[in-house]
């Protein structure tokens, strides 16, 4: 079955150093969906991505989609303490029977101030 | 606005006990959906519906059974209660299909004894 793979489960940066996580599917996405959820809280969605290519940018947060759009990663610029949390990306198979989204198990990003 | 609403927040059970949760949703949102977020593995759908009087199975239905009788209102019911569904429980709402941000609830934190 699809599978969506997510790397690294775990990232603890100082203040101001720079972030990223990768996902990454064995199949063709259709589109990818990215989520954060803090300690405690619920997941809360970011951005999605459609295009092969695509790049997206939400302030300090850069979104990719692989050309062949197997893969996407989540940049993030001088992170700061707010950014904490789990980061997870879902995606959904392209064509055919395309069934639900599937999430990655997610990143926890810890931030040291 | 109150979005995506979940009762009861916590609930602790003993093994075989049934039990009913509820979501509501005043978005007038289409599809609904409810996962289950366990250490490390991220979230797994469990059942899904598409409109009022549908519903379809996810990743992981077994021991689970759902039903929404109204636009507003997705219950997941657990009617003989194991160990092995000690979970955070999410459901989720999206205007249209899986190709839409989800709107996540608060999560119920159930333990099974």
């Known amino acids: 079955g699809q599978q969506v793979m997510q790397i690294p489960q775990y990232q603890h940066v100082q203040e101001g150093e720079d972030f990223t996580t990768y996902c990454n599917s064995s199949t063709t996405l259709s589109n990818i969906q990215w989520y954060k959820q803090r300690p405690g809280g619920h997941p809360v969605f970011l951005i999605q991505l459609v295009k092969s290519g695509e790049v997206k940018k939400q302030k300090r947060l850069t979104f990719q989609f692989g050309e062949a759009k197997k893969n996407s990663s989540l940049h993030i610029t001088a992170t700061q303490t707010t950014d904490v949390g789990t980061y997870f990306c879902?995606?959904?198979?392209?064509?055919?029977?395309?069934?639900?989204?599937?999430f990655g198990k997610g990143t926890k990003l810890s931030v040291k101030p | 606005n109150a979005g995506v609403t979940q009762t009861p927040k916590f609930r602790v059970l003993k093994t075989g006990q049934s039990m009913t949760l509820l979501c509501a949703q005043d978005?007038?949102?289409?599809?609904m959906y409810w996962y289950r977020q366990d250490p490390g593995m991220g979230l797994r759908l469990i059942h899904y519906s598409v409109g009022e009087g549908t519903t379809a199975k996810g990743e992981v239905p077994d021991g689970y059974n759902v039903s929404r009788l109204k636009k507003q209102n997705f219950l997941l019911g657990l009617e003989s209660a194991a160990p092995s569904q000690t979970s955070v429980y999410f459901c989720?709402?999206?205007?249209?299909?899986?190709?839409?941000?989800?709107?996540f609830g608060d999560g119920t934190r159930l333990s099974i004894l």
């Open positions: 989720a709402s999206s205007w249209g299909g899986w190709n839409q941000p989800q709107h």
């Open positions: 978005m007038n949102h289409e599809y």
């Open positions: 879902a995606g959904r198979n392209y064509g055919g029977s395309q069934g639900n989204l599937i």
